[in-house]
């Protein structure tokens, strides 16, 4: 029992440092290449702005939420489920 | 870091810490966390518009990644979640109705603010008293059981009204319930949570459990789904209104999405009962911060 609670922990900290790597580095991306863009679209048009920024938050979720668990499973790890 | 949307500067850092805090709440409770996350984005300098639209943008990614998680566990219960928003949605737009009637009456904040730490009180103290029963009954008898339900007597009256359609919800281990009783409850919710001008999960996740008899990590994921749309209806809406900075909602969501899977896998490890009991906690927290914000006249959210 031990031993599959240590798995686990251990299986589940590799996958958090892997998304937090990959979860920070999309956040740069954002902020460097669209930030400015965003900015522009909320003072001038409103209602793209809106659509963008559920479609963004909802990209960022899924996507990378994705991205680490094909990540984790290249990497030989059970995942915990 | 500047944040020219919402015209301030605030370290990325703290932004991330805030949403690494709500999102474990968030994943371990399933709630949206928004009492808490939005006087912590108040006390950062965003102006309050801001707080409660940018709150709900990045409470919408935190949900997606917890509730994804909780799914994979077998935590969600998508047939009830997508009966429940109905209601709920519905029940939303009562409650903002019942808002705009107090205005042109006046004294709005402190209705509102005294009936939400009622409620909170209530569920807090009912949510405490039926946890602690549940956790005794189970060292009584020697339960080899994840959860017990130490008052079933709403449930049984519930699952005993026989109204047409009935259905069936295999994932939270429902035989049979009315689908007028599932409604009613998602309308109930959320016309609190309109009322109250908050996401409601704190109110859903003891009522799927209580009322409509779900077992309590089912309810906590299935809570989770629900806000996903419910949290992203109102980013939409407030978003055109000019009340959400996305870049600050992404910052957070970057320490959300992880604190969410941390709480939403925490959960393997805690029977249900003592997630209740934890959970118990929350809505004091919130009535606590509701007392300071009427008692000292700040805007909390």
């Given at each position: 029992m031990q031993v599959e609670t240590r798995k686990v922990i251990r299986n589940f900290i590799i996958e958090l440092v892997v998304y937090g790597f990959l979860v920070i580095a999309y956040f740069l991306l954002i902020l460097q290449s669209i930030g400015d863009w965003l900015t522009s679209l909320y003072f001038n048009n409103l209602t793209v702005y809106a659509i963008m920024a559920l479609v963004l938050i909802v990209i960022q979720a899924v996507v990378l939420e994705k991205v680490t668990a094909f990540l984790v499973e290249r990497l030989g790890l059970e995942r915990l489920e | 870091m500047e944040f020219p949307i919402a015209g301030v500067t605030i370290s990325p850092l703290a932004l991330v810490g805030i949403g690494f805090l709500v999102g474990i709440l968030g994943g371990f409770f399933g709630v949206g966390g928004g009492f808490i996350a939005g006087p912590l984005l108040f006390w950062t300098g965003v102006?309050?518009?801001?707080?409660?639209?940018?709150?709900?943008?990045?409470?919408?990614?935190?949900?997606?990644?917890?509730?994804?998680?909780?799914?994979?566990?077998?935590?969600?219960?998508?047939?009830?979640?997508?009966?429940?928003?109905?209601?709920?949605?519905?029940?939303?737009?009562?409650?903002?109705?019942?808002?705009?009637?107090?205005?042109?009456?006046?004294?709005?904040?402190q209705v509102v603010g005294i009936s939400y730490v009622i409620i909170l009180i209530l569920i807090s103290a009912f949510t405490a008293w039926e946890s602690i029963r549940a956790i005794r009954m189970i060292q009584a008898e020697k339960l080899a059981v994840k959860d017990v339900i130490a008052f079933q007597n709403i449930t049984k009256r519930m699952h005993g009204i026989r109204l047409w359609p009935m259905v069936s919800f295999p994932g939270s281990g429902i035989a049979s319930v009315s689908l007028w009783v599932v409604l009613g409850v998602g309308l109930l919710s959320g016309i609190l949570a309109g009322f109250l001008g908050v996401g409601g999960g704190f109110i859903r996740m003891p009522l799927l459990v209580y009322v409509i008899g779900v077992p309590t990590h089912v309810a906590v994921g299935t809570d989770l789904f629900e806000i996903v749309f419910s949290s992203g209806f109102g980013t939409l809406t407030h978003a055109l209104k000019g009340n959400v900075d996305i870049l600050i909602a992404l910052v957070m969501h970057t320490g959300a999405a992880i604190g969410a899977q941390i709480g939403a896998v925490s959960t393997r490890f805690f029977a249900g009962p003592r997630i209740r009991l934890l959970f118990s906690a929350l809505p004091l927290i919130g009535a606590i911060l509701v007392i300071i914000r009427l008692a000292t006249g700040t805007e909390g959210h």
């Open positions: - | 102006p309050t518009n801001i707080v409660v639209g940018t709150d709900l943008a990045h409470m919408t990614g935190k949900s997606i990644v917890a509730s994804n998680r909780h799914r994979s566990l077998g935590h969600v219960d998508l047939k009830l979640g997508v009966v429940m928003v109905t209601g709920t949605i519905i029940g939303v737009e009562i409650g903002a109705q019942l808002i705009e009637l107090l205005e042109d009456m006046g004294n709005v904040d």
